[in-house]
Nanobody
Framework: QVQLVDTGGGLVQAGGSLRLSCAAS????????MGWFRQAPGKEREFVAAIARSGANTDYADSVKGRFTISRDSAKNTVYLQMNSLKPEDTAVYYCAARNVGYYVVPRGGFDYWGQGTQVTVSS
């Protein structure tokens, strides 16, 4: 079983950047596709981005495509979400997640393990 800890959130002005980190322990992230989700107040949790175990395949929600980049560093057992050109509507709690699937699969759901979340607030 893998444990995930999300860090890197904060307060940033619109147009700014943040990098979120998800540090894994207990198991290597090589065994998991990794994803990022977010939940804004009063809204359901939504998919943001995911990366396959291979690291070669990624998927993004349309709302963040071209602005966010997901990456993984197996040596550090950590997954990142680089967020650029942030908008107020990106304000949410961001969660990383892990799912044990095929090597090239990039899932949008069915994740089994979750971080505790990190708050991102974008001011206008």
């Amino acid at each position: 079983q893998v444990q995930l800890v999300d860090t890197g959130g904060g307060l940033v002005q619109a147009g700014g950047s943040l990098r979120l980190s998800c540090a894994a322990s207990g198991r290597t992230i090589r065994d998991y596709a990794m994803g990022w989700f977010r939940q804004a107040p009063g809204k359901e949790r939504e998919f943001v981005a995911a990366i396959a175990r291979s690291g070669a395949n990624t998927d993004y929600a349309d709302s963040v495509k071209g602005r966010f980049t997901i990456s993984r560093d197996s040596a550090k057992n950590t997954v990142y979400l680089q967020m650029n050109s942030l908008k107020p509507e990106d304000t949410a709690v961001y969660y990383c997640a892990a799912r044990n699937v095929g090597y090239y699969v990039v899932p949008r759901g069915g994740f089994d393990y979750w971080g505790q979340g990190t708050q991102v607030t974008v001011s206008s």
